[in-house]
């Protein structure tokens, strides 16, 4: 572990209004500033709520957290200005460019004029997107809108970084751009929550990991110390099965 | 501010590309406009400006026959046909032509009508004048005057009493001429030396039609100063279908989500959304007066007449879109899903409108309607619009409508946001 938590959460529970089991069940977390953290586990276990939790949209039943050194009941102003999230849906303005899709964002973030038509630029021209950027959404490709929505997360350049299954559902080519720009995001400092259902490209990109099933997360650590530890399991996907079972899950 | 500017942009850019929502805001108003100006022109043309073809058959071929027909070509608003192909009518003829609804009515004065008014004024006369004559009988054929109208079942009930009501004003005119004459020529048998004739006096009672209006205005009630207010309050509240539509998009897609996880308020958000829908509703409202104006006239119908309030309209215009932004707001935020949002949408709307006057007036619905008419925003809306439109009234007299139409706007911005609070962050 290195430097000052950038995500700290103290018995984290959530019960949603139409249900009576919780969706977390007293989740406690340390995201230490500067890593690639894995929040991974099967459908339903509770991921996508516990990255809601973090960035504000949900308040939880009962628990701490801590986003950036701030206390998230109080702060979420000043977090909200200092987090950046890569939701699951691609959420983007179908009938708007892939410009002014990012336009308006980066205004939400406080970027104008020619700073935010720079950053724009840059970005666009990084993920290969630059001869697109004045055709509408609706025109992308999957991969493509994968990375618009990537984009739309990053542009204020924020300190924490969440991302939902940022590469689910797209080509190779599209995945590898995305999985390389985290590495290189996070090598210049940025925190990086992450959640996906891929567990070799978790096992890669991952500095520490969390599995996480009905709520409750069931081992945490570093990839590589995990698969040491487990006799017999050779890789992060023979280690989740073994932990989760193989029960299918929908929910 | 900065961030309103670019909220305000991205809404209106949504809004311009979406082209059946602009055909939905700014088409179908229009051609609303039009068709129910022009099918209720007819309802509030005087009398002489229209004419109704019926059919005529006079049995009576005397005083009465005569004067009714002459009487029901004088309104003007009928075309009186005696004959139908070149071939004269009888009674059968008429009850199969107006059953085919080839005509809306048929008349026909019955034989004797006359001669039987004269024995009645000449028996009532003699009972008068001479005391009751225990042993004098009433002339055998004193019953036998009377009219018989054949109408289309198809016509509307308003329609047929209105016709009935015009006949009987002038056949009792007339049945009271023949009486008088009757008496007349009864008395002149008693007096000395026949009397002078008596010069028609005309009118007894002189109607005068003066508009009550707070100014004296030049404008006159006509269908497009009723329709145009009525059909354009409609379109703006119309906007929930386009509103409602981008407020659950923008949920499905998951960019809700997205305002909400960046930094800025939901009211910079919604802020932009009524900013772009309240502009929306007036250019919706200037484009329809202006098409009241200019346009309606190239197809026969009266100018739209906007009179000296011009500041008082466009308060009225401003509330009015407000109310219809916040309505749909709500609309979006509560609902779910797109169809129960359009559906639920329409429907109320048109409810809301029905109740509000904009098909039918207030004062022709039924007791329980009218006091149901009062919660409708479309009908504070459509009350202010006459104040000022047809009652010559100005700021002062729009000012209960302005606030209510305010007042609910405010309402139901506070009811969207709490509910998708509510919703969002369960």
């Known amino acids: 572990m290195t430097g000052n938590p950038a995500i700290e959460t103290h018995d984290l529970v959530k019960i949603y209004a139409a249900s009576e089991e919780p969706a977390l069940n007293g989740i406690s977390l340390i995201v230490p500033e500067g890593e690639i953290f894995g929040l991974l586990g099967p459908n339903g276990a509770g991921k996508t709520t516990t990255i809601n939790i973090l960035c504000g949209i949900l308040r939880p039943t009962s628990g701490q957290v801590r986003v950036a050194g701030m206390e998230l009941n109080g702060s979420l102003k000043e977090i909200k200005k200092v987090i950046g999230v890569v939701p699951q849906d691609i959420a983007l ?45 609706k025109t992308y490709s999957g991969g493509m809108k994968r990375r618009i929505n990537l984009i739309a997360g990053i542009l204020h350049r924020p300190k924490i970084l969440f991302l939902d299954e940022p590469t689910v559902g797209i080509d190779v080519q599209s ?77 | 501010m900065r961030k309103l500017r670019a909220s305000i942009r991205k809404e209106f850019l949504i809004l311009v590309r979406d082209w059946a929502g602009l055909g939905l805001i700014f088409l179908m108003p229009v051609v609303l406009v039009m068709v129910m100006s022009l099918i209720q022109d ?36 009928f075309k009186v046909s005696t004959s139908v192909g070149g071939q004269t009518l009888d009674e059968n003829t008429i009850l199969k032509l107006v059953a085919k609804g080839d005509f809306q009515m048929g008349v026909v004065i019955k034989e004797g009508s006359t001669a039987a008014i004269r024995a009645r004024g000449q028996y009532f006369v003699q009972q008068t004048l001479l005391g009751d004559d225990e042993d004098a009988l009433p ?11 054949y109408f289309d079942p198809a016509i509307k009930n308003s329609f047929k009493i209105t016709v009935r009501n015009t006949l009987e004003n002038f056949t009792s005119k007339i049945e009271a001429g023949i009486l008088f004459r009757a008496l007349a020529e009864e008395v002149a048998q008693y007096l000395p030396e026949p009397p002078a ?27 497009v100063q009723h329709n145009v207010p009525a059909w354009t309050i409609f379109a703006m509240f ?22 909400r996880i960046m930094p800025g308020n939901k009211l910079q958000a919604l802020g932009a959304k009524i900013f772009i829908y309240m502009m929306v509703g007036l250019v919706q409202f200037t484009l329809m007066f202006l098409f009241g104006k200019f346009i309606l006239p190239y197809f026969g119908l009266p100018s739209l007449l906007l009179g000296p309030e011009k500041i008082a309209l ?21 609902a779910r899903t797109h169809d129960q949002a359009a559906v639920f949408g329409t429907v109320s709307v048109i409810i809301l409108a029905a109740i509000g006057g904009i098909w039918v007036p207030v004062f022709m619905m039924p007791d329980l309607m009218q006091k149901a008419s009062i919660i409708s925003p479309l009908n504070w809306s459509l009350s202010g619009f006459y104040d000022i439109l047809l009652r010559g009234g100005g700021i002062r007299e729009i000012s209960d409508n ?24 369960r």
């Open chain 1, 93 to 137: 303005y179908p009938t708007l460019t892939a410009r002014e899709n990012l336009y308006f964002i980066g205004s939400m973030y406080g970027l104008y004029g020619k700073l935010l038509q720079s950053r724009v630029d840059e970005y666009l021209t990084l993920f290969g997107l630059m001869k697109f950027a004045n055709r509408t959404i």
């Open chain 1, 175 to 251: 995945r590898t751009v995305i999985l390389d720009f985290l590495k290189t995001l996070n090598a210049e400092g940025t925190t990086i929550v992450y959640t996906s259902h891929y567990m070799e490209e978790a096992e890669h990109l991952c500095t520490s990991i969390a599995i996480i099933d009905q709520g409750n997360i069931i081992i945490q650590g570093r990839p590589a110390e995990m698969i040491g530890s487990q006799p017999g399991y050779n890789n992060l996907e023979s280690i989740f099965l073994n932990l989760t079972g193989r029960t299918l899950r929908d929910h």
């Open chain 2, 42 to 77: 007819v309802t509030y043309k005087k009398l002489d400006e229209t004419s109704l073809p019926i059919l005529f058959l006079d049995r009576d071929l005397d005083e009465l026959g005569m004067q009714v027909r002459q009487g029901l070509e004088q309104t003007g608003f």
């Open chain 2, 139 to 149: 002339p055998e054929n004193m019953d036998k005057a009377g009219i018989v109208i």
């Open chain 2, 197 to 223: 004739p008596v010069s028609d006096p005309g009118e007894g009672i002189v109607y005068q039609e003066i508009y009550a209006t707070n100014e004296h205005t030049e404008i006159v009630p006509n269908s």
């Open chain 2, 238 to 259: 119309f906007i929930i279908i386009p509103l409602t539509g981008n407020i659950i998009k923008e949920r499905e897609n998951g960019l809700a989500t997205r305002l």
């Open chain 2, 314 to 334: 466009l308060l009225m215009a401003l509330a009015t879109a407000l109310a219809a932004t916040g309505y749909s707001v709500l609309v979006g935020s509560v």
């Open chain 2, 402 to 425: 302005l606030l209510l139409l305010l007042g609910f706007f405010i309402l139901n911005l506070a009811a969207a946001i709490w509910a998708s609070e509510k919703g969002v962050r």
